[in-house]
């Protein structure tokens, strides 16, 4: 996207007049459950009478509608897309979306397709130490693309460089996520394929060779059919038959999303018979669980700490602005590395 320059916006906006039009709307500071807010709606048809851009930057739009007006405040940046789609924006310093104002000739996606896909595996993978535990199979089922490495990543690098088969099933693509980089380099529409990007890369650092996207839309978990979602997981259960199942806690998962996919992993679980259910680590931080009173597994992963930083920096429009800031402070480097070498599990009865 490029930053608003006033009199090429409004000559878009002059183009719109008149027709139909799919409307993408959105403000966010985060979907995390504490102080968090935001709202978006996708596909509201209208059909613009008049458009008009004001402000020194950031901006504000208003769409005059046939019923109404359309406003959104806090834009910087814009583009027309390929698919004839006017996307505008608003990001922060951190390269964090805070307002989205788009509008399609077409309807916008809402779902992505279920599919498997194989990650490369990396000329020269990190050294490991032994397993956490002697596993069959390992089965990880999470919400986002990054929530594999920024939670378990030390984890699944042990189990994998040990030959245990990893697999990953993500539910969403992450594409209603904040961060698009730093500086933004990413849109709310380009922001899905990216991340799957990331993610397959990610997963080839970690060793990870089967990774599955489930389509659910993100932000949209904990609004599904949650035994529908235990049939997809339940699928892959059957699949993959692992003996230890790692996912995100169903009440202090620290996001809806989180636990909305850690309880339905739970449920496909108990619906196996009792021999054929694998162990349940719900990933949880030490934050949380002490708040919960919680009963903690620590891992330390420092001998997969290299395959974990790898896969951190592959996720490159979520970790960017971190990086950045940990490259030039060491002992927020430190502190950082301290923290991220061991991982917390909380055991799950099933």
Known sequence: MQRIEVSGLLRALDALRGRTWYLHLETTAGAYTEGGFGAFIRNARIVVRGAAVRGNGPYRAGLETETGWVYAEGLTDWE????????????????????????????????????????????????????????????????????????????????????????????????????????????????????????????????????????????TSEFRDRDELAGRIGAILAEVKP???????????????????????????????PAERPRVHCMISPRLAEGAGLEVRTIDVEAGLAAKMAATAAHRSQSEAMLQRTAVNPEEAAQRRERVRTERYVVVEV
């Not at 896909?117 to 990054?146: K, Q, T, Y």
């Not at 996912?247 to 850690?262: I, N, S, Y």
Request: some cysteine; charged content about 20%.
């Open 243 to 273: 003996s230890l199942l790692i996912t995100q806690h169903p009440e202090f998962g620290g996001h809806p999303d989180h636990c909305a996919v850690g309880a339905a992993a739970i449920a496909a679980v108990r619906r196996l018979p």
């Open 80 to 219: 027309t897309d390929a698919g004839g789609r006017l996307l505008m924006a608003g990001y922060d310093g951190e390269g964090r979306v805070t307002v989205c104002c788009e509008l399609s000739p077409t309807p916008f996606e809402v779902e992505g397709k279920q599919r498997r896909i194989a990650p490369p595996v990396a000329e020269e993978a990190p050294a490991a130490g032994p397993p956490p535990s002697p596993e069959r199979a390992v089965l990880a089922v999470f919400a986002h693309p990054d929530d594999e490495t920024f939670g378990c990543g030390g984890t699944l690098a042990l189990y994998a460089r040990a030959g245990v088969p990893v697999t990953y099933a993500c539910a969403t693509r992450g594409e209603m996520g904040r961060n698009m980089g730093k500086p933004s380099f990413a849109s709310r529409e380009t922001l899905a394929d990216l991340r799957v990007r990331e993610l397959t890369a990610a997963c080839a650092a970690l060793g990870v060779r089967d990774l599955r996207l489930l389509g659910v839309w993100d932000k």
